[in-house]
Nanobody, 124 residues
Framework: QVQLVESGGGLVQAGGSLRLSCAAS????????MGWFRQAPGEEREFVSA????????YYVDSVKGRFTIFGDNGKKMVYLQMNSLRPEETAVYYC?????????????????WGQGTQVTVSS
């Protein structure tokens, strides 16, 4: 099982940027599709973005396309989510996820594990 630790969340004004980081441990990390999900208060957890193990494929929910970028560094066992032009409605806890399958821009199925999450707050 891969252990995940997210960081990089915080408070930002609308239109601002944040970069989330996800540090992974585990020998099979490099073969996993990794991703980011978010959960706002009172809402269900939703898919945001995913990246295949070799970086060849990326997936984004429509609402973040053109603003968010997912990328990884297998050597460092890191996955990142660069978030630009943030909106207040994107205030949520953001979770890193490991070992995803069946990914499309509509989402992925989680086979592996979640991180503990990092809070992102976007003020208007």
């Amino acid at each position: 099982q891969v252990q995940l630790v997210e960081s990089g969340g915080g408070l930002v004004q609308a239109g601002g940027s944040l970069r989330l980081s996800c540090a992974a441990s585990g020998r099979t990390f490099s073969t996993y599709t990794m991703g980011w999900f978010r959960q706002a208060p009172g809402e269900e957890r939703e898919f945001v973005s995913a990246i295949s193990w070799n970086g060849a494929s990326t997936y984004y929910v429509d609402s973040v396309k053109g603003r968010f970028t997912i990328f990884g560094d297998n050597g460092k066992k890191m996955v990142y989510l660069q978030m630009n032009s943030l909106r207040p409605e994107e205030t949520a806890v953001y979770y890193c996820a490991a070992d995803l399958s069946g990914c499309s821009n509509n989402g992925c199925h989680l086979l592996g594990s979640w991180g503990q999450g990092t809070q992102v707050t976007v003020s208007s």
